[in-house]
């Protein structure tokens, strides 16, 4: 079945830095993507979306990139701060949109 | 504007019971979804309605069940509970077309 995986559960980085996880999906034809961040006692948080039309998308700190010839995304956190600290998911969801796969998650730990 | 509520936060049962969580997704929202999460399994999809009408369910067994009724205010349902439901329940409403998700805090349920 339909599956999206994580490289890593857990990556810690130094405040400042720049923080990358990777996510990786197997269904090629996915044409919608999302990461989430969640923080100790709440739900899922939208962080921002990506459509396979798309290399590359980016937000406010945050970047996103697509390879669909590997099936592959990341998510970019630019001068990571401890409020970044969090587990983060990549999800695809189904054509139609009645159901969203999650990925295992990364736990994002910021160092002072 | 309100988020998800999702009542009770909080819930201890015991073995062989039976309990309903409420989730009251954003004014305009018509589509609710409901996730359990597990540190083990991590986020699986349980079901998703639209205008009172079940589109999609995960593999859980029949004792997950769910409605959701006009006011697009959804429950959901777990009869005979075991152990291993202990988890973390979500709820999660999306605006027509929009395929990402605005989530609740979630109802932690712990079953002894």
């Known amino acids: 079945g339909e599956s999206v995986g994580l490289h890593l559960p857990t990556l810690s980085v130094q405040e400042g830095d720049n923080s990358i996880i990777n996510c990786a999906y197997s269904?090629?034809?996915?044409?919608?993507f999302i990461w989430y961040k969640q923080e100790s006692g709440k739900g899922p948080q939208f962080i921002i979306d990506?459509?396979?039309?798309?290399d590359k998308r980016q937000g406010q700190r945050v970047t996103v990139l697509l390879n669909k010839t590997v099936k592959h995304l990341s998510l970019q956190i630019a001068a990571t701060q401890p409020g970044d600290s969090a587990v983060y998911f990549c999800?695809?969801?189904?054509?139609?949109?009645?159901?969203?796969?999650f990925g295992a998650g990364t736990r994002l730990f910021v160092k002072a | 504007k309100a988020g998800v509520t999702q009542t009770p936060r909080y819930l201890i049962k015991t073995r062989g019971q039976q309990v309903t969580l409420s989730c009251s997704p954003i004014s305009g929202h018509r589509s609710v979804s409901w996730y359990q999460q597990t540190p083990g399994q991590g986020l699986q999809f349980l079901f998703e309605?639209?205008?009172?009408?079940?589109?999609n369910k995960g593999n859980f067994p029949g004792r997950f069940s769910g409605r959701q009724f006009s006011n697009s205010r959804s429950e959901m349902n777990v009869s005979t509970l075991e152990l291993g439901d202990s988890a973390l329940y979500l709820c999660?409403?999306?605006?027509?077309?929009?395929?990402?998700?605005?989530f609740g805090s979630g109802t932690r349920l712990t079953v002894v």
């Open positions: 990506i459509r396979s039309n798309m």
């Open positions: 999800a695809v969801p189904n054509t139609g949109g009645f159901k969203t796969i």
């Open positions: 309605y639209f205008s009172e009408t079940q589109r």
């Open positions: 999660a409403s999306s605006f027509p077309g929009n395929y990402g998700y605005t």
């Open positions: 269904n090629s034809a996915s044409d919608y």
